[in-house]
């Protein structure tokens, strides 16, 4: 692994830095967090962070950091394409970082409350000139986060390629009704 391999597992996503003070303080659900590196960022900003991912190692590891940063998080291992539900109208914030699953959009939508916003950057198509993902249904096509969004209010979006390494769509967008 290479020392930015290993920022990129431990570090905060730079986008969420970024955009912190945009962010309502309240509950927030990371989906598919990993080691929590996100989740644990936001619970040491004040934030009621709840996380999933099916890899128990990674969420043992968040919430060993946790407990030992003393920051409140609550994760569960969960398989997020056998049926997990997310709970309705109950979250200030959601966000997914490097993780596509098109049938969970709806479930994001329902699960901000009114004024909540939705922080999600992951791979686009331009991915593949640089590695992986490859797989289509991992890759953002152009303008499609933006468009699966239409709905909520646009408060940022992004395509960009990162670093030289990383095509990626960046979107901030608040549930307006
Ligand atoms: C590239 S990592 C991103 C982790 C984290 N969001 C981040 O940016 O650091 C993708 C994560 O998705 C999780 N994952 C993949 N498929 C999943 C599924 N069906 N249910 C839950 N988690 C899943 C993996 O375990 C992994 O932690």
């Known amino acids: 692994m290479t020392s930015s391999d290993h920022d990129a ?12 003070d945009l962010l309502p303080v309240g509950k927030a659900l990371d989906i598919a967090m990993g080691a929590g590196r996100n989740a644990l960022f936001l619970a040491a900003h004040g934030f009621t962070v709840e996380g999933v991912d099916y890899s128990a ?7 060993k950091i946790a407990h030992e940063k003393g ?3 609550v994760a569960f291992v969960a ?3 056998a049926g997990y539900q997310i709970q309705s109208d109950i979250y200030d914030l959601i966000i997914c970082f490097n993780y596509l699953q098109r049938s969970l959009f709806p479930g994001i939508k329902a699960g901000l409350k ?4 939705v922080v ?17 249904e ?7 986060l933006l468009d699966i969004f239409r709905d909520f209010r646009t408060l940022f979006y992004r395509e960009e ?3 030289n390494r990383k095509a990626v769509a960046s979107l901030i967008a608040q549930k307006v009704k």
Do not use: C
Not at 138 to 144: C, G, I, R, S
């Open 9 to 20: 597992l431990s570090k905060p996503s730079q986008f969420l830095v970024d955009n912190l």
């Open 57 to 63: 190692d990674s969420v043992n590891q968040a919430l």
């Open 71 to 73: 920051l409140p998080l």
């Open 79 to 81: 398989d997020l394409e």
């Open 114 to 117: 009114i004024g909540g916003l």
């Open 120 to 136: 999600y950057e992951t791979f686009t198509v331009d991915q593949v000139m640089f590695g992986r993902p490859r797989n289509p």
């Open 138 to 144: 991992f890759l953002l096509k152009h303008n499609e």
């Open 161 to 163: 390629i990162v670093d």
